[in-house]
Structures are given as structure tokens and as C-alpha cells.
């Protein structure tokens, strides 16, 4: 009897662990809250990814915040108004300087080069400084143009844009 209830319990965890890993690898889909939250939304190429370190607290050495500013190359506007053709997205997490890798759970992480569709707002501290709304779910990464169609098919229920 108490075999079995082991037994039990152990498939339990291991149905319970299995959901939470899926659920922390599916993809969000590009959904109408999404759309209308956010203030941007921008495909483009990461032009340049810079590391910041945004305070140093008083006589010490400890970074009480640090990130990374990445330039986004504006390649198609589906949502928004943007006068330059590039923006500027601060995201966080990075390098610390003794090379210790600080990561932040949900936070996007860009790399020169890349192809995105992203979902931005303002940040607070500066009308050029952007933030990707809801995290990583809102950041598309595009490998190719069958992925870009997809994406822009599921953009298309809730936005307007001309397709050229």
C-alpha cells in the first residue's frame, strides 16, 4: 500500500513538472491585448547591443542596476509613430563587470544582427528610450520570410498595415 501511494505521488510530481516546462516553453501568439497595449509595434534588424551600467550606489562598487541598450534598426512600422529610423530598447540584465552574467527571468535578450517584430512602450526616463511590453512576450524573433507571414497573418487581426 505505501508502495503505491509513492507511486502515485511520483507521477503526480512528474505531470506537475512537466506542465510547468511546457508552459515555460510555449509561445505566446500575438493576441489583440498585445496589440492594443502597445504603444509600437516595429520590425527590424539589432543594429548595435551596449552594455549600461545605470548606478553605482554610493562608496561602493556594487551596480545597483545594470542593462543593456539595444539599437533597433526600423525595417516596417505596423503601429505607432516613430520620427527617427532607429529607437533605442533598454532591457535588463547583462554583464556585471567582473564577467558575471546577472539575468533577469522574462527579460529579452537581443543580439546584433537579429531579425525582430517587437511590441514597445516609452520608458519613463527619456522620450527615446523604449521597453518591450510584457517582456519577452513581446519580442518575435523572424528566421525567415515564411515566419515573417505568419506573424504579420496574426498581426493582421488586430492592426491595420499595408503590406508592401
Known amino acids: 500500500m505505501r508502495f503505491k501511494r509513492i507511486l502515485i505521488l511520483m507521477i503526480i510530481c512528474f505531470a506537475v513538472n512537466a506542465a510547468v516546462s511546457w508552459a515555460a516553453v510555449s ?44 539599437t533597433l534598426r526600423i525595417e516596417k512600422i505596423y503601429k505607432g509613430q516613430v520620427t527617427a529610423n532607429t529607437v533605442q530598447i533598454l532591457t535588463q540584465g547583462g554583464i556585471l563587470p567582473d564577467n558575471i552574467e546577472l539575468q533577469v527571468a522574462h527579460e529579452p535578450v537581443f543580439s546584433k544582427g537579429q531579425q525582430v517584430l517587437v511590441f514597445l512602450n516609452k520608458r519613463l526616463n527619456g522620450p527615446f528610450y523604449y521597453e518591450v511590453w510584457l517582456k519577452d512576450q513581446g519580442q518575435f524573433i523572424v528566421h525567415d520570410e515564411d515566419e515573417l507571414k505568419k506573424l504579420e497573418k496574426q498581426l493582421s487581426r488586430f492592426v491595420y498595415f499595408e503590406n508592401k
Open 27 to 70: 509561445r505566446v501568439n500575438i493576441n489583440q491585448y498585445l496589440c492594443q497595449q502597445a504603444e509600437l509595434i516595429l520590425r527590424g534588424t539589432i543594429e548595435r547591443v551596449d552594455r549600461i551600467s545605470l548606478m553605482r550606489l554610493p562608496s561602493s562598487n556594487i551596480i545597483a542596476s545594470v542593462g543593456r541598450k539595444n
